[in-house]
């Protein structure tokens, strides 16, 4: 007879649901979730998307080796407008693989495995955080995607974090992709990009503003500055990937 029945130790209902139903990674749907939950990567495309650890910058979120809490590059640029950066990966071709699946076909399910380990960036140094506020999408590009993948990234970190998403900031006009635009021209295109619709969200608020990817930090910059302008006390960043940049 089943030990369970036998008197031997129970199943929980994860277990039992995990005979019944087999579990997959959502990236590559064949792997085995690497924790064995729902919804969690396999080993395998863990270790093809390495996660930023060890000595971080505090400024940009990237790896740094050394003493200080900002990498040479960030001390010698101006000093952004928010208070910290976090990064979960670094920015890798397959990374990246993942973040377009994800973001423009359609993979909307990533959000739950991404939201999920960004969840464990934040640590005891960190505030506590009154809102997140995921980076908007103008209406166009939302009608034309179906979809602002910031912001289902920010609903999976609400989950984890306990923090409600906010979404005071607005698109005032169309901009064209930043990936395909060198650091001048990125700045230039993002400049005067966002207002807010409700600045009481922002009074008095530390904010956690999230997007996809941060390269050269030109739209997030953007967005805290209006955020901060509109009362905000604090806004720190996180982003899902961050590209080295030492």
């Known amino acids: 007879m089943p030990a369970a029945v036998c008197g031997g130790p129970k199943l929980s209902l994860t277990d039992a ?43 940009c979120g990237a790896e740094v080796d050394g003493i200080f809490d900002s990498c040479t590059e960030c001390m010698n640029s101006p000093k952004p407008p928010w ?53 908007p999408l103008h209406w166009r ?39 395909f635009l060198t650091k001048k021209e990125r700045n230039s295109n993002i400049a005067g990009a966002f207002s807010i619709s409700d600045s009481t969200v922002a009074e008095m608020c530390s904010i956690l503003l999230v997007d996809d990817v941060m390269t050269t930090g030109a739209t997030l910059r953007e967005a805290a500055v209006v955020l901060l302008k509109h009362g905000a006390e604090r806004v720190d960043v996180l982003v899902i990937a961050r590209r080295q940049r030492n």
Request: glycine share 6%.
């Open 17 to 59: 649901l995990q005979m019944l139903l087999p579990l997959s990674c959502p990236l590559c749907g064949k792997g085995v979730p690497f924790d064995g939950t729902p919804n969690m990567f396999c080993c395998e495309c863990m270790e093809k998307m390495p996660m930023i650890r060890g000595k971080v910058c505090r400024t």
């Open 83 to 135: 208070t910290r950066a976090y990064a979960l990966f670094k920015y890798t071709d397959e990374v990246l693989d993942c973040i377009h699946l994800f973001k423009y076909r359609g993979r909307t399910e990533l959000a739950r495995p991404l939201g999920r380990l960004a969840a464990g960036l934040p640590d005891a140094d960190s505030p506590r955080y009154d809102c997140i506020v995921p980076v």
């Open 141 to 179: 590009r939302f009608l034309m995607r179906g979809y602002n993948q910031s912001r289902l990234f920010a609903e999976q970190l609400s989950k984890y974090l306990h923090v409600p998403v906010c979404s005071p900031l607005r698109r005032r006009r169309p901009t064209k992709q930043q990936a």
